[in-house]
């Protein structure tokens, strides 16, 4: 039996609300439904919510068996050390950091990404930085200088923002596959949204978008490969995040064009299928 295990996670904020219905349920539902759906946890996002919304939430994700992982927005570089604090209070396996200190220039970066790591280790909470747009990773050639520049940052893959800021074509080319290796080989979790060079998030059974599903199915397997390569232990935590508008495209009646419900369900079933490939075939071998 292996001791690697793959862990499903979706968002609070992804689920508010969870489908075009445009419908918010209350913590205790969305709890229940997130469970029994089979998912191991739920993300807190403090830049969609606020530590009250997390401190609320909290009892019920517990009461479902839902793991929190904390993601935080830290406008300074000191404010970090509360979020961590509270972070290892609530159990997070770590804190997903879209760092709102940005300095213009990587050696102004250096520095930031290199006190948040020292103050993790303080606290012994984990950090990794998620790709994001606005937020100190925002640009994908600057987070490459930065991983280079500091080897022990850890990175959390979005891989939509960096499609929509390099505006990247299909096919892909070599040098564009061979940056976005770089970024999965330093990653230890990983997030589910597909985008397209001018959509952070696409409907997944639209034809017209068959091409970036198949681009970023491609993206979640390389990514699963490579953390089982370096992990041989331990959780690999794959993030289901599909947002609500305006992340989510509607129509002239605001109405979404898509079940964001289940398509996040059709990703996580997508991945847990290549994760049992992957265990199957090592098993074998």
Same mark, same amino acid.
């Given at each position: ?24 349920? &209350? ?69 997903? #950091?879209?760092? +709102? #200190? ?27 930085? /998620? ?20 080897? /022990? ?13 390099? /505006?990247?074509?299909? &096919? ?40 970036? #599903? ?29 947002? &609500? &508008? ?10 979404? %064009? ?10 996580? +079933?997508?991945?847990?299928? %290549? ?11």
């Amino acid at each position: 039996m292996s001791s690697r295990k793959l862990k499903t996670f979706t968002s609070l904020w992804a689920m508010m609300p969870h489908d075009d219905s445009g419908t918010i349920l &209350p913590y205790d539902r969305i709890c229940e439904m997130v469970a029994a759906a089979g998912y191991d946890g739920m993300a807190i996002d403090l830049g969609a919510g606020d530590v009250a919304q997390a401190r609320e939430v909290r009892p019920h994700m517990e009461r479902a068996g839902l793991t929190p992982l904390i993601v935080a927005f830290p406008k300074s570089v000191e404010s970090l050390r509360e979020t961590l604090i509270m972070a290892k209070d609530f159990g997070a396996p770590f804190v997903d #950091v879209i760092g +709102q #200190v940005m300095p213009l220039s990587v050696d102004g970066m250096i520095p930031v990404i290199r006190r948040w790591i020292d103050m993790a280790d303080e606290v012994g909470m984990p950090i990794q930085f /998620e790709t994001h747009r606005n937020c100190i990773t925002n640009d994908l050639y600057a987070t490459l200088c930065l991983i280079d520049a500091v080897p /022990e940052m850890r990175l959390c893959a979005d891989l939509s923002h960096f499609v929509v800021d390099r /505006e990247f074509k299909l &096919p892909l080319e070599a040098r564009d596959a061979g940056l976005i290796r770089r970024i999965i080989e330093r990653s230890d979790s990983f997030q589910g949204r597909v985008a397209s060079r001018q959509q952070i998030q696409l409907q997944l059974d639209f034809p017209q978008h068959a091409k970036w #599903v198949e681009l970023f199915r491609g993206w979640w397997r390389d990514g699963l490969e490579s953390w089982r390569a370096r992990n041989t232990a331990g959780d690999c935590i794959f993030l289901c995040e599909l947002g &609500p &508008p305006e992340y989510a495209m509607t129509g002239a009646d605001g109405r979404e %064009m898509s079940n964001r419900w289940e398509e996040a369900l059709l990703i996580r +079933q997508w991945v847990i299928e %290549m994760w049992a490939e992957m265990e199957a075939t090592a098993t074998q071998g």
